[in-house]
């Protein structure tokens, strides 16, 4: 009997079992009423939850140490190796859109200065702001966003961690896209610094606000029974990121977007319990300092 109960402690011990009664089994049980997704889906996305950062330095010491055996690979492509290859015209490049996404650049070196209200809420607008409704009355009304959502189910809603923002508190906000407002969440103790929350990447500290896309993930599983959709709801926080770059640059900000999260911790920060809400993607905007190497 000894020799079993041994047993069932390890695999406990290990998560392969969950005991009951435990916070493990209540979470257990919310996997199996919410997770309408293949178990391989849920399988890569709590897989990837609060993954090991190593400093700036250190990646790039093993990059240098890597590319002594074993090379990078080539990082474009060509169609030398084909026949016939048709040359295109270029665009052109005085288009007020071509301009903005030429200025746009990863600037990781920000100026001790505050940020307008009015920035914040222009870059939030642009990446997820509601501009209409598709009224479909056998189902529910779709908003229509400036970014392109899988079905128009629009899964991500965006939490703001305001550090240097003119007529704003510093503090963690939740954007309404349909009341383009900001809602004050309550916090129970000092905030950890941006670093902490963003792979402790240290350039993030100096940041002016941190907009942080969090996904509810049951948006798009209510129509897209197949776990593809995961796929479609992870690109979709590009479409957003890049539209709120786009706006930053405009208005000679830089947006500096990241994936290296500390999701408990950002989790914790924002109120979020649901298993089926995850945080996916943060930008940092501030104003660049180009005085120094980004």
Same mark, same amino acid.
Request: glycine share 6%; aromatic share 10%.
């Given at each position: 009997?000894?020799?079993?109960?041994?047993?069932?402690?390890?695999?406990?011990?290990?998560?392969?079992?969950? /005991? %009951?009664?435990?916070?493990?089994?209540?979470?257990?049980?919310?996997? %199996?009423?919410? *997770?309408? *997704?293949?178990?391989?889906?849920?399988?890569?996305?709590? =897989?990837?939850?609060?993954?090991?950062?190593?400093?700036? %330095?250190?990646?790039?010491?093993?990059?240098?140490?890597?590319?002594?055996?074993?090379?990078?690979?080539?990082?474009?492509?060509?169609?030398?190796? $084909?026949?016939?290859?048709?040359?295109?015209?270029?665009?052109?490049?005085?288009?007020?859109?071509?301009?903005?996404?030429?200025?746009?650049?990863?600037?990781?070196?920000?100026?001790?200065?505050?940020?307008?209200?009015? %920035?914040?809420?222009?870059?939030?607008?642009?990446?997820? =702001?509601?501009? +209409?409704?598709?009224?479909?009355?056998?189902?529910?009304?779709?908003?229509?966003?400036?970014?392109?959502?899988? +079905?128009?189910?629009?899964?991500?809603?965006?939490?703001?961690?305001?550090?240097?923002?003119?007529?704003?508190?510093?503090?963690?906000?939740? $954007?309404?896209?349909?009341?383009?407002?900001?809602?004050?969440?309550?916090?129970?103790?000092?905030?950890?610094?941006?670093?902490?929350?963003?792979?402790?990447?240290? *350039?993030?500290?100096?940041?002016?606000?941190?907009?942080?896309?969090?996904?509810?993930?049951?948006?798009?599983?209510?129509?897209?029974?197949?776990?593809?959709?995961?796929?479609?709801?992870?690109?979709?926080?590009?479409?957003? +990121?890049?539209?709120?770059?786009?706006? /930053?640059?405009?208005?000679?900000?830089?947006a500096n977007p990241t994936s290296a999260l500390n999701d408990q911790l950002i989790e914790s920060l924002l109120k979020i319990t649901k298993l089926t809400h995850s945080a996916v993607f943060a930008i940092a905007l501030g104003h660049p300092d180009k005085n120094k190497p980004s």
């Amino acid at each position: 009997m000894s020799s079993i109960t041994n047993q069932l402690s390890a695999l406990i011990n290990v998560g392969a079992l969950v /005991a %009951e009664g435990t916070t493990e089994a209540s979470l257990d049980e919310e996997f %199996e009423d919410t *997770w309408e *997704w293949h178990i391989s889906s849920a399988a890569f996305h709590f =897989g990837m939850k609060d993954g090991h950062f190593i400093p700036t %330095e250190d990646a790039i010491a093993l990059q240098e140490a890597r590319t002594k055996f074993d090379p990078s690979p080539q990082l474009f492509s060509t169609n030398e190796n $084909y026949a016939q290859v048709i040359e295109l015209p270029l665009p052109n490049f005085d288009n007020s859109i071509f301009k903005v996404m030429s200025e746009r650049r990863t600037h990781r070196s920000y100026k001790d200065k505050s940020i307008t209200i009015n %920035e914040l809420s222009t870059c939030l607008f642009s990446g997820l =702001g509601i501009t +209409g409704f598709y009224e479909n009355p056998n189902i529910c009304d779709l908003p229509i966003k400036w970014t392109p959502s899988g +079905g128009a189910r629009n899964p991500y809603e965006a939490y703001v961690y305001s550090l240097n923002v003119d007529g704003l508190n510093e503090g963690i906000f939740h $954007y309404s896209a349909y009341e383009n407002s900001l809602g004050t969440i309550p916090q129970q103790k000092d905030l950890p610094s941006p670093a902490l929350m963003l792979g402790n990447q240290d *350039w993030a500290n100096n940041a002016a606000a941190i907009i942080i896309l969090v996904a509810n993930f049951e948006r798009t599983m209510w129509k897209y029974p197949d776990c593809n959709a995961y796929r479609v709801v992870l690109i979709e926080a590009g479409h957003i +990121g890049q539209n709120i770059l786009l706006a /930053a640059t405009q208005q000679e900000l830089v947006a500096n977007p990241t994936s290296a999260l500390n999701d408990q911790l950002i989790e914790s920060l924002l109120k979020i319990t649901k298993l089926t809400h995850s945080a996916v993607f943060a930008i940092a905007l501030g104003h660049p300092d180009k005085n120094k190497p980004s």
